[in-house]
């Protein structure tokens, strides 16, 4: 449970997430922006309420680790791990350049803080499983937090992962489902109906547990049930909006992958508040 105090800072850290990614964005031209929005208070609530974790000794044995498993949403990802102090806020501003640690999507071997390297989709679960299996033999109680796409889950891979998952009964894997309802060039119902997702999660054997995924409250209370949880794995079906917070961003596709115009990013810092600049 998240007291009021604390879920004020959460949401406040996320407003200036969102506020650095748009300027980020902007500056560089390139990126991603609508699935970092729509993951801010996943990862925010999870690296900042959630793990444990330390960021002077990122290796640290028996750490909680989390797997972007949907890369592109790496912007966000380094607007995180950089207030934690994994590497310095100024290094921000070479993202996607040549030569630089912070690439367009997340590489284990060069950015700290980074526990795989992702951009391919539907690598993440299987993985995580893996080291769910091998912390449980080393004696760790460490969790590891998966975080999907939802067009991502249509990867046959997922499935795959499922199934081990619910076989090896890795409790300590949960995924975190980024419930966007849109993917890269269309919404989900266009590009390849989900049907009922928690349903299909059950069938798989996982513990399904929903919650808004812009409420850093519920998603701090969704990890608590699940870690309550000592037979399925768990799924948290985040309901999200793609884009959230910049109003011609939200639920459009088109803002999966798109340079920020001048006018484009005067408007959207004036939605965010722009007051953190
Ligand atoms: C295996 C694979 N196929 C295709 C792509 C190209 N791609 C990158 S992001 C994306 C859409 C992902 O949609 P979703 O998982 O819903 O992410 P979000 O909405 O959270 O941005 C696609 C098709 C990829 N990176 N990897
Ligand atoms: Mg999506």
């Keep these: 449970m998240l007291n ?20 980020l964005l902007h500056s560089i031209q390139t990126g991603h922006p609508g699935g970092s929005l729509s993951c801010t208070e996943i990862l925010t609530t999870l690296y900042f309420d959630c793990m444990d974790i330390d960021p002077q000794n990122p290796k640290k044995e028996g750490r909680d680790r989390l797997i972007l498993s949907k890369g592109h949403g790496a912007p966000m990802l380094y607007l995180v791990l950089a207030e934690l102090g994994y590497f310095p806020k100024e290094d921000l501003k070479t993202l996607r350049q040549t030569g630089s640690y912070l690439q367009g999507h997340p590489c284990v071997h060069k950015t700290p803080g980074v526990e795989l390297s992702t951009g391919p989709l539907g690598l993440g679960l299987g993985a995580g499983i893996g080291m769910a299996l091998g912390e449980r033999l080393k004696g760790s109680n460490a969790y590891i ?19 081990a998952g619910s076989k090896f009964k890795t409790t300590h894997c949960i995924a975190v489902l980024d419930n966007n309802g849109v993917q890269l060039d269309g919404t989900n119902e266009e590009i390849m109906p989900m049907g009922d997702i928690g349903a299909k999660w059950a069938a798989f054997g996982w513990n399904v547990i929903h ?67």
């Design 4 to 23: 009021a105090d604390r879920k004020m800072e959460l949401d406040k850290k996320c407003l200036q997430f969102r506020n650095d990614l748009i300027d």
């Design 145 to 163: 937090y998966v975080v999907l796409g939802d067009g991502e889950i249509q990867e046959g891979a997922i499935w795959e992962a499922a199934m």
């Design 211 to 277: 919650c808004d995924g812009h409420n850093v409250m519920e998603i701090k209370e969704a990890v608590e049930a699940a870690k309550k949880e000592k037979e399925k794995p768990s799924i948290l079906i985040c309901k999200t909006v793609k884009g959230k917070g910049v109003s011609f961003m939200e639920g459009k596709s088109a803002w999966h992958g798109k340079a920020i115009g001048q006018e484009e990013y005067a408007q959207a810092k004036a939605e965010l508040g722009g007051v953190f600049q």
